[in-house]
């Protein structure tokens, strides 16, 4: 398969995870303009890359249940558009879900809540520590799109808090760093760009490619008890199930 440079982009070593590369919409003083068109993106680009529809099926759906009502946590859930569509899709499938969605960035929970409400969906700005602290359990945990944001002891924490808030499960996913998901999330991105003019979503799509982890290298910085699954479309599940 072609790599990044055969496609014209610039020639980039993926070998190593690049942790110092910086997210525009992670600035604090990102243009929000620009970061409302990329929080409307991602209802458009994640289903397609993060592939969350399998997750549901392979992971989530097989806890849910008819005869009472299942919880589920989202942590960092950014404009919403993951949790929006799992509380959909669990409705469709005949399950009564209760979906709690934080972030701690406010332009992000401004943003989330000012769409029209889901029912079962609730947002709140709000870190896993504020809720381990308050004593709240969830049925399931997860995340996207979270984990190559966090330094080593931010990741320790995530997950040590995980396991205090899950009572049957976690799910952590994430991009998995490839030259071939590089060079076509690029080509795709750059291709799609009048559908999504003034964002965020090709530079710091890629941006998040390079600090992602492979397998091996997520295997190694997971606290014991959890583990790495690969899924389509270049996808790393941190994984840990209750005893």
Do not use: K
């Amino acid at each position: 398969m072609r790599g990044p440079s055969s496609l014209g982009l610039p020639a980039l070593s993926l070998r190593e995870r690049r942790p110092s590369t910086v997210e525009q919409m992670d600035r604090p003083d990102c243009d929000l303009d620009a970061l409302h068109r990329t929080y409307r993106g991602f209802g458009v680009v994640n289903p397609v890359v993060a592939g969350w529809q399998l997750t549901y099926r392979r992971w989530i759906r097989p806890l849910l249940e008819t005869a009472r009502t299942v919880t589920v946590l989202d942590i960092g859930s950014g404009g919403g558009d993951r949790p929006r569509a799992v509380a959909r899709q669990a409705r469709r499938d005949g399950f009564r879900v209760n979906i709690t969605a934080i972030d701690p960035d406010a332009r992000a929970h401004d943003w989330a809540t000012a769409r029209p409400a889901v029912p079962g969906l609730a947002f709140r700005r709000a870190v896993s520590g504020d809720l381990v602290a308050a004593g709240e359990r969830y049925d399931v945990v997860v995340s996207n799109h979270l984990l190559h944001h966090l330094e080593p002891a931010e990741l320790d924490g995530l997950l040590a808090d995980s396991e205090r808030l899950a009572v049957r499960r976690a799910i952590h996913s994430d991009i998995r760093r490839s030259p071939a998901a590089y060079a076509l999330f690029s080509a795709g991105a750059g291709l799609a760009t009048p559908l999504f003019p003034g964002s965020f979503i090709r530079p710091d799509g890629l941006a998040s490619i390079r600090r992602s982890y492979t397998p091996g290298e997520l295997a190694a910085v997971l606290r014991p008890g959890w583990r790495v699954h690969t899924q389509l479309p270049w996808r790393n599940l941190a994984v840990w199930d209750a005893r």
